[in-house]
């Protein structure tokens, strides 16, 4: 960055800060890095996480470090290394040669740790968990009900000498003494104000194999030791994260001032919260335990996996990213921003097709006995590149069963006994009578004429026809699995529950709608999985990977109905 950039005005607080870092020197260049824990996949908080750490780093002409926070021996998982690499790669972010993996750290962070204590800064403590806690303290009331913090007291191994706890800490990492039998502390303050800094935990010993280390170590770091020097080893200039570790940032600096390392700084911005949705992996991991989704990737996961399944675009989701801003305050973003984004993006690269989700036989009376039509049909009216189809018109279609009405509602302009309507790309049709299945009283067929002289939907009298509806010929016909999906919880804030409910009595009992016997247009048969389609009034359609050659199955990623839209329309309006 140059001192002519010095005026720059920047998007948002942390790209001020990270300019201002620059120009009094405190840093000579932007690293950054995304730090996920592999105990869970990614999901949409990551990926503005992700969105942030990247692209800050990209603006400032710098450079962003994938590493994996993987400290923690009980829930980390090569599984989920390869998932989170998978999905930040689809997302469009590259960390280029630059992974990395805490767990590589370990040496350098025991070095550290004995540095620690060498200088005083670090003891062994043979308190046990509880009652570390004990010691500690706790917040409590006044009698104003006001909070505040009573000091908390030494540990009696507090003082050991720094030999003695030097010979204790190889103990422990030798083996020699049971899993919570010791921990090493650091030496900070037991009356500091904020609790975290009252001589945290910095190791614990605890006898479980490592997915990456094996048994090599009985010892693993906590948090917010493993993390600042992490950080600092690999040269991360900015380390961003949500808010939060604010409370933890003292912490973060003291680590990095005692230990003597490059000096890392630590900036938080409010973490994503969307409605309808849980974001936090300990909640999504018991979704998937519970079998109350089919797995990360159920297409009503918050994950990036489950949304590429459900058919959302790597784009729409990054446009996303780029409307939420950062902010420095928690808020809730409203999930049906994300849905526009989502169908703004397909709108402009999705193909269009005919397909009937739940049908009905139409039969044109007066069409030529097995005559079949190949009709132009328009890809994307958005692109005139993705170029025209031919599909097949003939006397037996379906429609879908809600474009018909034994007596038409208000306004209905769709087809009713003795109504006109025009079939999409093909003829104007009159409804002239039907037949009801005697069983089920459900409406079984719906007979019409057809008048040869309006092809393509043109009437040559300019006759008013309102209604255009689509619709498939049934000879052609692709069958297909529709899956609709609506959001996983009914509830906007599904955390907020009352007293002994769990987010799970929040589940919508709609969240998932099939529909067994939906038809496509024959084109529909050469879409390849993963694709992301528009049947027309339909909604956007996903090709599923569960698909077979026999049976194809779709998911809707997002109805056509905008709400985003008119609710932002409504709001300027009033302004
Ligand atoms: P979770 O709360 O889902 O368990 P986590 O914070 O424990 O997430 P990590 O793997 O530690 O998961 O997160 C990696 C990075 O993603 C961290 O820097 C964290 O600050 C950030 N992050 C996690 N959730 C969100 C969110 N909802 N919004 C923004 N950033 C997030
Ligand atoms: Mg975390």
Redo the contacts with the bound molecule.
């Keep these: 960055m140059s001192e002519s950039d010095e005026k720059t005005e920047y998007l948002d607080f942390i790209r001020e800060a990270v300019a201002e870092d620059l120009r009094i020197g405190r840093f000579k260049e932007v690293h950054t890095r995304f730090p996920p824990?592999p105990n869970g996949w990614l999901h949409i908080g990551h990926a503005k996480a992700l969105f942030i750490d990247f692209g800050v780093a990209q603006d400032f002409g710098g450079k962003c470090n994938l590493r994996m926070?993987d400290t923690n021996p009980e829930k980390e998982d090569m599984e989920y290394v390869e998932a989170l690499q998978k999905d930040i790669k689809w997302l469009g972010f590259d960390w280029e040669d630059r992974l990395f993996f805490a767990s590589d750290y370990y040496e350098t962070l025991y070095e550290l740790a004995c540095k620690l204590i060498r200088k005083g800064l670090a003891y062994v403590d043979d308190l046990d968990e509880e009652q570390i806690k004990e010691y500690r303290g706790t917040n409590v009331p006044d009698k104003n009900n006001i909070t505040y913090t009573p000091p908390g007291r030494d540990s009696p191994w507090r003082d050991r000498a720094i030999e003695e706890n030097l010979d204790l800490f190889e103990r422990m990492r030798a083996g020699e003494f049971p899993d919570g039998a010791k921990t090493l502390r650091a030496k900070i303050d037991m009356a500091h104000p904020n609790l975290l800094m009252r001589d945290p935990v910095m190791y614990r010993i605890r006898r479980e194999p490592h997915y990456r280390t094996g048994d090599r170590w009985c010892i693993y770091p906590m948090?917010d030791f493993a993390h600042p020097l992490s950080d600092a080893t690999e040269g991360v200039t900015h380390s961003l994260c949500?808010l939060?570790?604010e409370i933890h940032r003292p912490l973060y600096d003291w680590f990095v001032r005692n230990a003597e390392v490059f000096p890392s700084r630590q900036i938080e911005f409010a973490r994503l919260n969307l409605s309808h949705t849980v974001l936090s992996?300990r909640w999504l991991l018991r979704l998937v335990r519970e079998k109350r989704v089919s797995g990360w990737d159920d297409p009503r996961m918050p994950t990036i996996a489950g949304m590429r399944r459900r058919g959302y675009s790597a784009a729409g989701i990054r446009d996303f990213l780029g409307r939420i801003g950062i902010a420095k305050t928690d808020s809730m973003v409203d999930i049906q921003l994300l849905e526009h984004c989502i169908r703004e993006d397909l709108n402009a690269h999705a193909r269009r097709y005919m397909a009937v989700l739940n049908p009905v036989k139409l039969v044109i009376e007066n069409w030529p006995e097995d005559q079949v039509e190949w009709l132009d049909a328009v890809n994307n009216p958005e692109d005139p590149a993705a170029g025209m189809r031919k599909v097949p018109f003939s006397g037996t279609l379906y429609i879908d069963r809600d474009d018909f009405r034994e007596v038409p509602p208000p306004k209905y302009y769709r087809l009713y006994p003795g109504n006109q309507v025009r079939l999409r790309y093909g003829y104007i049709v009159t409804c002239t009578g039907y037949e009801k299945d005697p069983e089920s009283g459900e409406v079984a067929l719906i007979k019409c004429s057809y008048d040869p002289a309006t092809r393509g939907g043109d009437a040559p009298d300019n006759r008013k026809v309102k209604g255009t509806i689509h619709w498939v010929s049934a000879e052609h016909a692709v069958p297909f699995t529709g899956r609709l999906y609506d959001h996983l919880f009914e509830a906007e804030r599904p955390m907020e529950v009352p007293e002994g409910k769990t987010f799970l009595d929040n589940l919508s009992a709609h969240s998932l709608t099939v529909e067994q016997d939906a038809k496509a247009e024959p084109a529909v048969a050469d879409i390849a999985a993963g694709t992301t389609v528009q049947f027309e009034r339909m909604g956007y359609f996903c090709k599923d990977p569960d698909s077979t050659v026999q049976r194809a199955v779709f998911n809707r990623t997002v109805t056509l109905k905008d709400t985003w839209a008119k609710l932002e329309k409504r709001l300027q309006d009033q302004a």
């Design positions: 824990e926070d948090y949500s939060e570790y992996k």
